[in-house]
T-cell receptor, first 113, second 115 residues
Framework: DAGVTQSPTHLIKTRGQQVTLRCSPK?????VSWYQQALGQGPQFIFQ???????QRGNFPDRFSGHQFPNYSSELNVNALLLGDSALYLC????????????FGPGTRLTVL | AQSVAQPEDQVNVAEGNPLTVKCTYS??????LFWYVQYPNRGLQFLLK??????LVKGSYGFEAEFNKSQTSFHLKKPSALVSDSALYFC?????????????FGAGTRLFVKA
């Protein structure tokens, strides 16, 4: 049983560019959340997708957007990249009910130059 | 606003000794509380959670945590530490009243277990 997978593993972009990160949830999970983890900090909640809709959002600008597909996989898009967007981006999947724990992928390391 | 505080950046303990990693939280409603561990070059792994009921929660790898509502704390404990427990530990809170999976994480505590 595959766990949460993310692609790519690493990514280098320049300021102003756009990036798309991808996530496949653990088998049986229908909810995907995205987090940003800066160096030395805890993960910061970006947003959550369930039934192909954004359900909750953290304190991130509209440059951060996402999508969930019918097979529950998800994409995170970041436009107009800033140096401060450099971080590890984590995808977490879970099943529906909010008291369930999340299963995290290994992350995508984004570097903005 | 929800928040989580992990007051210690680092905890050092000798192998075989008990360990405690502290966590306090602030949430407007009743919380769901979680502990996750992050090993180098690996994703976060779930350790345990508090939903309701018994204040002492048992989790993976011999870890346990005690929910204290009056002190708004959820400290992680283990009776006998192993060198392999050395990792980065995160406490997290979710407000059950809002539903959803928005989870607030603490800044993390690095645990060093010395042989």
């Amino acid at each position: 049983d595959a766990g949460v997978t993310q692609s790519p593993t690493h990514l280098i972009k320049t300021r102003g560019q756009q990036v798309t990160l991808r996530c496949s949830p653990k088998s049986g999970h229908d909810t995907v959340s995205w987090y940003q983890q800066a160096l030395g900090q805890g993960p910061q909640f970006i947003f959550q997708y369930y039934e192909e809709e954004e359900r909750q959002r953290g304190n991130f600008p509209d440059r951060f957007s996402g999508h969930q597909f019918p097979n529950y996989s998800s994409e995170l898009n970041v436009n107009a990249l800033l140096l401060g967007d450099s971080a590890l981006y984590l995808c977490a999947s879970s099943f529906r009910v909010s008291y369930n724990e999340q299963f995290f992928g290994p992350g995508t390391r984004l570097t903005v130059l | 606003a929800q928040s989580v505080a992990q007051p210690e950046d680092q905890v050092n303990v000798a192998e075989g000794n008990p360990l405690t990693v502290k966590c306090t939280y602030s949430v407007s409603g009743n919380p769901y509380l979680f502990w996750y561990v992050q090993y180098p070059n690996r994703g976060l792994q779930f350790l345990l959670k508090y939903i309701t009921g018994d204040n002492l929660v048992k989790g993976s790898y011999g870890f346990e945590a005690e929910f204290n509502k009056s002190q708004t704390s959820f400290h992680l404990k283990k009776p006998s530490a192993l060198v392999s427990d050395s990792a980065l530990y995160f406490c997290a809170v979710r407000d059950r009243n809002t539903g959803g999976f928005k989870t607030i994480f603490g800044a993390g505590t690095r645990l060093f277990v010395k042989a």
